[in-house]
């Protein structure tokens, strides 16, 4: 039974749908310099921008042009919370200017007052794989302590200013790519190529942890920083949850499981929520010779800025095993390994409904506090049909499947306050750059070219979901 006040919603990053990426003063981001690419092809980062190839979060799907009639179809379905970020760039355009961006922070404010005007609350990311460039350029991202300082600034800028109109918060998206040995370290404002000024190997290990610590010291700031502006905030931490199964039941295998879990899924809310490093990551620096800089008041700024819920986004889980010869997951994030039991996405994200109670039940254990899941969902292909409508079984399934068993961790008495589908409404995929891997309930014509007409249309999930919300997951 889910609880009479649980927040049903959708989620959204800005540079995966708002584009204007120039627009009203905002200057480039690290997202800005992401070309796309396809399964077969990867998104790379390019310096400079270059004409004439396709960079998807330029124009995106229009979001910041389109927000009310967005917003209007999100109300429609009855959405109680949408989970959004905001553009840092938009504020900060440089990331180190002394004064903000009146125009970024208006957009906001409309948002906003879009969002209450339904009653939807609004959850925000201070920072969803985003950085301005200019500080990935002149500072190497968060390698650098004084980023540290710009995102204060810009925290303090924007809390204060939505004050009364936004309570929950979210510090980094999905932090714990940070510790993952691959890819992706926008979360850092690193980039992982060698062959440019502003690139950064990606085994320069001392870097990479270096960032991280500074991005937990961002993170515990704007924790306090909050706690400042006001007492009713909530402010949460965002884990990318890889819940991981042994291939066998050798004991090597729940050695490599304990190790890989501790490094990928505990880390980084172990110091977020515990408010200092616990002892195996200390033992994992040692033994990789990372070497931290460490400033004497940092134990205390982590111990300040403790958050109040676990957040988590939850696609898939993944086997490991220490034997030899196994076919590894296509979408798999670690070189994990095919579990048998499991069917994959399109995309081979294995999906695995009861493994997301396993990890509410996992979560609820190693923390005891609130609990938010801000991304569930299924990438797929969207085929209208010659009326233009899309009859997405496959995603009401899906859904169905996690929200059944969201409920019954409920009944096993996990606190969980709300739910947010990854996404609210099709966007660029983050991992891709594509738009034909869609997650939306609702259906933007828009195809990998650019070509379409952006106009919404509402698919069969939509009015599922509407029906879900409306029976407070009694009818699924
Ligand atoms: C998470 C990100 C999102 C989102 C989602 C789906 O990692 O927080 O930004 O895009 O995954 O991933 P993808 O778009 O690669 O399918």
Not at 50 to 55: A, D, F, H, L
Not at 99 to 118: H, I, K, M, S
Not at 429 to 436: A, D, R, Y
Request: hydrophobic letters at 35%.
């Amino acid at each position: 039974m889910f609880p009479d006040n649980f927040l049903w919603g959708g989620a959204v990053a800005a540079n995966q749908c708002e584009g204007a990426w120039e627009a009203d003063g905002k200057k480039e981001s690290i997202c800005d310099h992401l070309t796309a690419g396809s399964l077969n092809k990867n998104r790379v980062f390019t310096s400079e921008i270059r004409k004439g190839e396709s960079y998807p979060s330029h124009t995106a799907v229009d979001f910041y042009n389109r927000y009310k009639e967005d917003i209007a179809l999100f109300a429609e379905m009855g959405f109680k919370v949408f989970r959004l970020s905001i553009a840092w760039s938009r504020i900060f355009p440089d990331g180190d200017d002394e004064f903000p961006n009146e125009e970024g922070l208006q957009f906001y404010d409309r948002v906003f007052d879009e969002c209450r005007r339904y009653g939807i609350e609004p959850m925000v990311t201070l920072s969803h794989f985003e950085i301005p460039y200019h500080l990935v350029k002149a500072y190497k991202g968060f390698s650098d302590r004084r980023v540290i300082g710009f995102f204060e600034r810009y925290v303090r800028c924007v809390m204060e200013r939505y004050k009364d109109k936004v309570k929950y918060w979210l510090t980094f998206n999905e932090i714990n790519f940070a510790t993952m040995p691959m890819g992706n370290l926008e979360v850092l404002g690193i980039i992982n190529r060698e062959d440019d000024e502003v690139a950064n190997p990606i085994d320069d290990k001392n870097l990479r942890f270096q960032a991280l610590h500074h991005v937990f010291l961002a993170s515990a700031r704007a924790v306090s920083a909050a706690r400042e502006i006001n007492p009713d905030f909530k402010v949460g931490c965002m884990i990318a949850h890889i819940t991981m199964y042994p291939l066998t039941s050798r004991p090597e295998d729940m050695l490599l499981l304990q190790e890989l879990d501790h490094l990928i899924n505990d880390f980084c809310a172990d110091v977020q929520i515990k408010g200092s490093y616990p002892g195996y990551a200390l033992r994992y620096l040692e033994e990789n010779h990372i070497d931290l800089t460490v400033e004497p008041e940092d134990e205390a700024v982590l111990r300040n800025g403790c958050v109040d819920f676990y957040s988590f986004s939850y696609y898939m889980s993944n086997c490991v095993t220490t034997e030899e010869g196994h076919a590894t997951t296509l979408g798999n994030l670690l070189g994990g390994v095919k579990n048998p039991y499991l069917e994959a996405s399109q995309w081979g994200w294995q999906i695995d409904p009861k493994g997301l109670r396993y990890t509410l039940n996992k979560i609820q254990d190693r923390y005891g506090i609130p609990i938010f899941i801000v991304e569930n969902g299924l990438g797929a292909v969207d085929e209208p049909d010659d009326n233009g409508c899309i009859h997405d079984d496959y995603r009401i399934n899906y859904l169905r499947q996690h929200i059944t068993e969201m409920g019954n961790a409920i009944d096993g008495k996990v606190n969980l306050l709300g739910y947010t589908v990854w996404s609210a409404l099709d966007i660029v995929s983050s991992g891709t750059g594509e738009m034909k891997k869609r997650y939306g309930f609702i259906y933007v014509d828009k195809d990998d070219q650019g070509n379409g007409t952006m106009k919404r249309v509402r698919k069969k999930s939509f009015y599922w979901y509407k029906k879900v919300i409306k029976t407070n997951g009694g009818d699924l």
